[in-house]
């Protein structure tokens, strides 16, 4: 009886984790708008330019916002998902917008996997299943869990 609740448990988990996959998959495909389109956009701008001008782009990172005639830089942090997003259109082209979307839900993945790990070496497995679902399915995560900020 335990080797088929263990069994039902381990195809259930896949199958949920599967599920809550498909809307941020949906959303890659988006266009940039809503919530923090300006800093989605700054992330397409440091992407462009890291593509177009190598490691001076991503040292040196600029936009091409303009605010009042003038150029604006919003840097609120390092550019690691432009960056992510430039080597993904570099290595097989395509869309910066679509590998910005790609590399917060290849994050967003690997963020919540990790938060398995942990809680399940501080606590059990059943336990980080569900903390790790509870994570997964959050709003917060649904939404923004696929928008090239992250």
Request: glycine fraction near 6%.
């Given at each position: 009886?335990?080797?088929k609740q263990?069994?039902l448990?381990n195809?259930?988990?896949?199958?949920?984790?599967?599920f809550?996959l498909?809307p941020?998959?949906?959303?890659?495909f988006?266009?940039?708008?809503?919530?923090f389109a300006?800093?989605?956009?700054d992330n397409i701008?440091f992407a462009?330019?890291i593509?177009?001008e190598?490691?001076?782009g991503?040292?040196?990172?600029k936009?091409?916002?303009?605010?009042?005639?003038?150029?604006l830089l919003?840097?609120?942090?390092?550019p690691?998902?432009?960056l992510?997003?430039a080597?993904?259109?570099?290595l097989?082209?395509g869309?910066l917008?679509?590998?910005?979307?790609?590399?917060a839900v290849l994050?967003?993945t690997?963020?919540?996997f990790l938060f398995?790990l942990?809680?399940k070496r501080?606590?059990?497995?059943?336990?980080?299943?569900v903390?790790?679902l509870?994570l997964w399915f959050?709003?917060i995560?649904?939404?923004y869990?696929?928008?090239?900020?992250?």
């Amino acid at each position: 009886m335990i080797s088929k609740q263990v069994n039902l448990f381990n195809i259930l988990v896949p199958a949920l984790f599967l599920f809550g996959l498909l809307p941020r998959i949906v959303s890659i495909f988006q266009p940039i708008a809503g919530d923090f389109a300006s800093y989605q956009m700054d992330n397409i701008w440091f992407a462009h330019f890291i593509v177009e001008e190598g490691v001076k782009g991503f040292l040196y990172p600029k936009s091409m916002i303009i605010a009042n005639g003038q150029p604006l830089l919003v840097l609120l942090s390092l550019p690691l998902p432009a960056l992510a997003a430039a080597f993904g259109k570099m290595l097989f082209g395509g869309n910066l917008e679509i590998w910005g979307h790609i590399q917060a839900v290849l994050f967003n993945t690997l963020s919540t996997f990790l938060f398995f790990l942990i809680v399940k070496r501080l606590t059990n497995y059943k336990t980080a299943i569900v903390a790790a679902l509870i994570l997964w399915f959050s709003p917060i995560e649904m939404v923004y869990g696929s928008k090239f900020f992250n």
